[in-house]
């Protein structure tokens, strides 16, 4: 049974169905849900606490958190293509050791060059038998994420043998040097950011990645190289995660093998808090950064507390569980 156009009872209904339709849109556009509570978060630390919103802390929360940042970078390709890499931490703690091998042995140069082959190969690897041998993302990584970091272990003796670098030296440069008084990762991880969201959502690549994750059978017919694209984000995401690893070895001026266990949880939590699906399709690197530092706010929070810092772990958990929801109830009302 229809109702005329002119009828009451159509005027009634319509306006209701316009309110969430236009919501669900604004809250799901470029992470404006994340970006929203960050503001809220910062708004209420400063209030409660003068020294929350000082430029000391802004400097200490952007470059602890510039890191995980560029690990995010490539699991939001690799997510809104429809994977997940679990093997993040371990290819960033890769990175961290062959970067520097690379710079004892020849110089920052080599050290950005090995890092970058040898964790694009890692990404290769789980993007080749993802795309090419149809597997499991989550199976694929899973080894990987044991596979790698088992090598780790064997490259630096169980530990035993500890890396270094000179703390004067321009590999030490890239993790402990500054810029306007902010750290060097942090522009890094910007001018990333900005390269990764032109190319996300301005380039074929970008449109490709989003088209295979909403739908790959459609993107086949459509005559896209799936599998090559899918085998592209993968060696982006082991290649980023790989950099990361080394700008953070820089910073410390040593290489540690126990070093980014459980940042591909991190990743993947700041990445679906900035409005990426995890079911693919859909996604912005806008978001994802919004995620990024939203997630290092609450860690301020924490610390201003005073509480344990496990606790981090279990409101970022809670945090997250309520952004699923959130994104399954707009994604409901959208659909209706």
Known sequence: MTQEPGSPGAHAVRPSGRLPSTFTRLMQRDGVAALTALVLLLVVGSLLWPSFHSLDNARNTLLGNSYIGIVAIGMTLVIVSGGIDLSVGSVFALGGVIGVYGNNHGGVLLAVAMTVVACGAVGLLNGVLVGYFGLAPFIVTLATLFGVRGLVYQLTNAGATTASVPSDSTFAYLGTGTWFTFGVPVFLAIGLYAAFHLTLGRTPFGLAVQSIGGSESAATL???????????????????????????????????????????????????????????????????????????????????????????????????IVVVVMQRLLNYRRST
Do not use: H
């Open 222 to 320: 459509m005559g896209l190289a799936v599998r090559r694209v899918k085998v592209s984000t993968y060696v982006i995401c082991g290649a980023l995660a790989g950099v990361a690893g080394m700008l953070q070895a820089a910073q410390l001026v040593s290489a540690s093998p126990i070093i980014a266990t459980g940042y591909e949880l991190q990743a993947i939590a700041a990445v679906v808090i900035g409005g990426t699906l995890l079911t693919g399709g859909s996604g912005s690197l806008l978001g994802t950064a919004a995620g990024v530092v939203l997630l290092g706010v609450i860690n301020s929070f924490i610390v201003e507390l005073q509480l344990d810092s496990t606790w981090n772990n279990v409101v970022s958990g809670g945090f997250l």
